[in-house]
């Protein structure tokens, strides 16, 4: 039975960045559309990447001594309400439960838009002694925010996230958690995701509500916008000493403990489509990718070939690799031009010719090089080509940020920079929020984040001429 | 620094076993109240033991070919609606979400029961033709269900859960999965939370709302009242009709195809705790331990005790033993009597006179025996003990029970056996539902299932005398 299924041209990124985004997600099968606006499917292939990177991030957090829990869904509106800016950040955004059953609720409830408010009423409970500190708790669960604008990945009315809660019994204890886990997800974009961060400390407007200091990883897409990837928060003492969460110390003192809190959401795999994608779609590192190798076998009616074929996907999947092969009826070009839509790392192709060399054609995804494999070298070649196909990714998004960070020194210059060329400007600045609402208003430009490595460009603001206090980073965010 | 910290003693079983019960999930750490009625938190204890029974579940699901995804927390209350039988059972136990942000919604959107309709919703979009069948799903969430009482794990308003979604091209094929799954279910609970099953059919008053069949297993608690534990359905093409799921099949023809459902949730940690757990707090089976060994130094304040046991547990660990060490400055006795009460299958005690004998003291959770072993023989007998805590817990539950379930020949019989001994009858039974009702008016007792291992007890019904169709078990259930 023939199957003349084609797979369905997406629009070209440079005549339409975001419509050829949405592209890729249908036609990459990674998330559908729900009867609710902002409300995403992720479909097995979409889910499958997130569960790669859960599983990395789960294994870092229990190494660093963290354990997960689970919080409910719902948030009373007197609980959310007890930290003033935590409240005005989020309350705008909340869906809300009115009703159980056929009863009207004597108190309207929320659907968690992150959980602080529901971990400091438990700890207040729970924490007594300086035996019980830290606390290092994370949770995997879906958040609620009712956006206005939304797209699968990037903004969504609901998202999948991990939410880390941590409490301590001194500032600098937690001040070094705030700082040792945005460096997990820094290792996680950087050396898994293959995307090159840019590790800083947001400013006073753009931190997270009720934190004293929002650290963030900034990441440039394909178009050289921004992407916040990961963010990691310190919140001094101000929501125990709202929640009355105290612990009896070493000196037998009563003290409000620390508190930091980290998220890391399926925002990032948005963040790896605009990063790595290309006009035949999706382009997966392959460190989380569901497939790393399909096998497709060529000329498969001939004898012998789908059991050669079998048997060199029987083989890699013993030395560990995640394979899959299409025996289907469906055509090689369509097989071809399927699984470069679904970004498979390396697409191995084996023929009657192959079969007569004992050698197989691995076909890389990311330039499409071609190398012929012998089959007794697969244990070494196929993992070799899988690592220069990660490196490759890296390397080509590590030199498209580099090369789209321009200094400025002027607002002026900012603006033109931003542009002419899009990608991050870097100027000094004061740090007064004047400034920065004036290069979001003239320049489009919202600060990305003050890099930890610090560069002198000179000794006056950009935008007042004032005493630098920083070097900044500015860009267009998604 | 000396710690007069005491384990506080929970109410004896025999007295009151609901206070027992809760008693033991607050004192072994596995939950805390929330603020709203009717939603637990799982703390890092409790929620350890759910991530074991997800990673024997996972596994087993992946290898049966079943792919992990996430569907919306939100139904619109119009998609809920779609098929008759399923709307009546679920929506007046629906939370309502009536506002996003500071509008009132068009639409009235539940907070997910359950995940049929949404699953459907999508299936009608994506399913094309007989090659994309069988879709097997799985989606680990939480799920709500507004339930007017409420107990930590055996009733909550909200509760984590797996559902698994499945779609075939043939009838045959979707009931074999159905039995499939409700088998995963049984292997799960008799050979890793070592509670034997009873597996049945549910009776069409007890089934699934929208269900042609749903099967179950059935435990026994140590109160000898029923827990369901876990229940597989068969939908036929009922859903796919209402929600106009079709595939063309190899005849070219239009189909629809015949979907499953199966969960199984937190609950069952309830069935542990009331099959396993004694007046000492709770008894983990070894398989699903969060801590399977924790290693007590005796008289560590004497030279060379905290060496010899850090050596043992770093030994106890390079073994693959999930095991733990308290050093703290707790007294002997609260220690034992904590990790008692956290229901640790083996504690492992080693003091200077152990030290001397090349040897430490291995205490069983389950019975209290002693064992002394060989520091040189720790990698074969921990783990034959652990094995032997394992079997030890199963033989117990499976005789308590085999010994509490007794035949009843008459309605009259039935109600006797019940005051009298609690645990299940079984009977012949008609089918009817009236001879159900009134089983249950007269002696308090719910069908439980119809068992696959069927017996004859006898030609005729025990509650009105007709012709008998099945033996049935009946029970008081949780």
């Not at 990395?56 to 003033?84: A, C, T």
């Not at 040792?180 to 997800?185: E, G, I, P, R, S």
């Not at 407007?205 to 990441?219: D, L, M, S």
């Amino acid at each position: 039975m023939s199957n003349d299924k084609k797979v369905e041209r997406i629009t070209d990124m440079e005549k339409d960045f975001a419509q050829w985004f949405t592209d890729v997600c249908i036609q990459a099968e990674l998330v559908d559309y729900s009867g609710i606006k902002g409300f995403f499917i992720m479909r097995p292939y979409g889910y499958a990447i997130w569960e790669n990177i859960q599983n990395v991030l789960d294994k870092k957090f229990k190494e660093g001594g963290h354990e997960n829990v689970s919080m409910p869904v719902l948030i009373p509106e007197s609980l959310l309400q007890k930290e003033k800016d935590h409240v005005e950040g989020f309350a705008p955004e909340c869906a809300w439960v009115t009703h159980g059953g056929d009863e009207e609720l004597p108190e309207r409830l929320c659907v968690r838009p992150t959980s602080e408010t529901l971990f400091c009423d438990h700890w207040s409970h729970v924490l007594h002694s300086w035996r019980d500190l830290p606390m290092l708790y994370n949770q995997w669960c879906s958040v609620l925010r009712w956006e206005k604008t939304t797209r699968p990945f990037l903004r969504g009315r609901e998202f999948l996230w991990q939410e880390g809660h941590t409490l301590h019994a001194t500032e600098e204890e937690a001040r070094e958690e705030t700082l040792k886990q945005l460096d997990v997800y820094a290792d996680l974009c950087e050396n898994y995701l293959a995307m090159p961060v840019i590790k800083g400390n947001k400013t006073d407007k753009e931190k997270f509500a009720g934190a004293v200091n929002t650290y963030t990883i900034e990441c440039m897409m394909h178009d050289k916008k921004a992407l916040q990837s990961g963010t990691s928060h310190f919140f001094g003492d101000g929501f125990a000493r709202q929640f009355d969460i105290t612990f009896t110390d070493r000196d037998n003192k009563q003290k409000y403990p620390f508190q930091t809190s980290w998220g890391l959401s399926t925002r990032v795999i948005g963040g790896i489509i605009m990063t790595h994608g290309d006009n035949n779609g999706l382009v997966l590192p392959p460190k989380i990718a569901p497939v790393q190798v399909i096998v497709v076998p060529v000329a498969q009616h001939k004898e012998g070939v789908l059991e050669k074929a079998q048997a060199l996907y029987e083989e890699l999947k013993a030395l560990g690799i995640r394979a899959k092969i299409d025996t289907s009826d469906n055509s090689l070009g369509w097989k071809c031009a399927q699984y470069e839509m679904k970004g498979v790392p390396l697409r191995v192709e084996i023929g009657p010719k192959d079969i007569e060399n004992g050698s197989c054609m691995a076909v890389r995804r990311d330039n499409r090089e071609k190398t012929s494999v012998s089959l007794s070298e697969l244990e070494t070649e196929i993992p070799r080509l899988l690592d220069a196909v990660q490196k490759g990714l890296y390397d080509k998004a590590k030199n498209n940020l580099d090369k789209n960070i321009r200094p400025a020194y002027s607002l002026e210059e900012a603006k033109e920079l931003q542009e002419n060329y899009g990608g991050f400007v870097k100027t000094m600045w004061c740090g007064d929020l004047k400034c920065e609402l004036d290069m979001k208003e003239k320049a489009g430009m919202s600060s990305r984040c003050i890099p930890f490595k610090q560069e002198n460009l000179g000794e006056t603001c950009a935008c007042c001429g004032k005493k630098a206090k920083h070097m900044i980073y500015w860009g267009v965010a998604y």
